[in-house]
């Protein structure tokens, strides 16, 4: 609305300063009118107001988005609009064209045309773009219908509503892109996160999203539709053990603003040490699968906004229309600092705070609300004191190195500053800096499987890994999905010098399942380095 009235306001600065040369009488559609009368449009059955069209002149035209009919000819829609039917049997309306500048808050782009952010700051009607792909389980490959799919930016922020996979499996969801002057979109990245009943939640356990380009997208069709359809938008999820299944879901709407707050991380949270997670789409509505009967906590966590907590009982059956709204209680600035030992010059990490409800101390790893990262975006940068503004009360673990930046958690308990931090934070609006301050060190090169990334293969690995100076002996643990220790070497005798280290895997290596190891060097009874929290995954193809 805020675009129709700049309109209707600028026409009527425009009408006063030119006049109407002379008229005085109530114009019909499509002609030139005087909107000093007080009714200066007549003739149609639906609104007309006194507007500018693309011009000095002021004519009688429907608004940008308001309703017409197929029978006027020609249709009193402005110049860069068209009267149209969004959908088979709707009411036509005044709809933009491509490249027509929109209001965002406004649903008036003609169909398959999305109201898009440029990069001169303006807002224009372009092709809408599309992510779509399957949902199967990883094992059997067998389709997975009632997944839930929800795109998400860089910083967490939710990008798009939930898509739900059909029968076969199949989901398509609608995304926001920036574009440049043709209307293209510019290079953003994107991550997918799926959920659904009896799996567990991608990304999750050892599996990372990893981050899709808008710009790969495809020119589909004489509709000039764009959507991403890759090997990166197929979803493979993975069956949970049979005594986590059979359990039922939470569902409702983070209602804060407009649409709804997207991007929060909702938890049931049965006890601080415990809790299962969804995150809100772009509108807020949110569902956690696999919730077992109990009582919970429900709490709702992201940068900058205090989330009030609900109240939740569970059955055997959905609980439904949970509303979650904003708490009055102000938010805290946490800051601390880490310190870089051991590790050569220039190498930075970022700090991160995780749900303690979520956080598996095994694999290290849990859920990290959207905003709450020092950097918020972007590559780590944080070698000292950091800050992390607008941070909502509760339990966290704040973990620095979270991420492939050379860099791990300095493992040597007989030292300060390198046990696993857990720290509350009241709400209420003020400071809080974390104490210790925690140390990081230089990470063991992991050499294969998965250097890059999480790797496929046929046969059991050879695990290799790169040697710390002065080490003594290094232990090999291996962990899967669900970050059970599935398999041990210990005591594997240092090769000297620069020469890699290497133990051949024995245990389990089932279709389906993603499996992590994780190589720590010792010296003198102290463990002194490990390899990266997110490297070293690898799975049966």
Wanted: charged fraction near 20%.
């Amino acid at each position: 609305m805020r675009y129709l009235r700049w309109t209707l306001f600028a026409g009527l600065l425009v009408g006063f300063a030119q006049g109407c040369g002379g008229c005085d009488e109530a114009a019909g559609p499509g002609e030139v009118c005087d909107p000093s009368l007080a009714e200066p449009c007549q003739g149609s059955d639906f609104l007309l107001v006194c507007r500018g069209d693309n011009g000095p002149t002021l004519r009688c035209l429907h608004p940008d988005g308001g309703r017409c009919s197929l029978a006027e000819d020609p249709s009193p829609c402005a110049s860069d609009a068209t009267c149209i039917e969004p959908a088979p049997g709707e009411d036509a309306r005044c709809l933009l064209e491509a490249g027509a500048e929109c209001d965002p808050e406004e649903n008036t782009c003609a169909p398959g045309l999305a109201c898009e952010a440029t990069e001169s700051g303006e807002h224009q009607c372009h092709s809408a773009l599309f992510v779509q792909g399957q949902v199967f389980d990883n094992a059997s490959l067998e389709a997975i219908p009632g997944a839930q799919i929800i795109a998400f930016n860089e910083e967490g922020s939710a990008l798009s509503d939930v898509a739900v996979s059909d029968e076969v499996g199949a989901y398509r969801l609608q995304i926001p892109a920036l574009r440049d002057a043709q209307g293209v979109p510019v290079q953003q990245f994107f991550t997918l996160r799926g959920s659904a009943a009896d799996y567990q939640t991608f990304p999750g356990g050892l599996r990372t999203a990893l981050p899709i380009d808008t710009t790969t997208a495809s020119v589909i069709g004489e509709s000039g539709e764009l959507v991403i359809d890759t090997a990166q938008t197929d979803v493979a999820l993975i069956e949970l053990p049979a005594s986590q299944q059979g359990f039922s879901s939470i569902s409702g709407l983070v209602d804060i603003g407009e649409r709804g707050l997207g991007g929060v991380l909702v938890v049931a949270e049965s006890d601080p040490d415990t809790g299962i997670s969804g995150v809100s789409a772009r509108n807020g509505a949110f569902t956690i699968f696999n919730v077992p009967p109990g009582d919970y906590q429900l709490r709702g966590y992201i940068a900058g906004t205090q989330v009030e907590p609900e109240q939740v009982s569970m059955a055997d059956v959905p609980v439904e229309d949970v509303i979650l709204s904003e708490s009055e209680e102000g938010l805290q600035d946490v800051s601390g600092q880490i310190q870089i030992v051991a590790a050569s010059g220039g190498l930075q990490s970022s700090v991160v705070f995780v749900v303690a409800s979520t956080f598996d101390e095994v694999s290290v790893r849990g859920e990290v609300p959207a905003g709450l990262r020092a950097p918020r975006s972007g590559a780590p940068n944080i070698d000292g004191e950091w800050t992390i503004e607008g941070v909502p009360a509760g339990d966290y673990y704040v973990l620095a190195g979270f991420e492939n930046d050379e860099l791990v958690r300095d493992p040597d308990e007989g030292i300060a500053g390198t046990e696993l931090v857990r720290t509350t934070i009241a709400s209420g609006e003020g400071t809080f800096e974390v104490t210790p301050s925690f140390k990081v060190t230089a990470a063991l090169d992991t050499v294969t499987p998965g250097a890059e990334g999480p790797e496929g293969l046929t046969a059991p690995p050879t695990l290799t890994w790169g040697p710390a100076s002065n080490a003594q002996w290094y232990d090999v643990v291996v962990f899967n999905a669900y970050g059970d220790v599935v398999w041990e070497a210990n005591d594997i005798p240092s090769a000297g010098g620069s020469t890699n280290l290497s133990v051949a895997y024995e245990g389990p290596f089932e279709e389906g399942m993603y499996y992590q190891f994780r190589a720590t060097a010792y010296r003198a009874d102290s463990a002194i380095s490990s390899t990266e929290d997110l490297r070293g995954v690898f799975y049966r193809q």
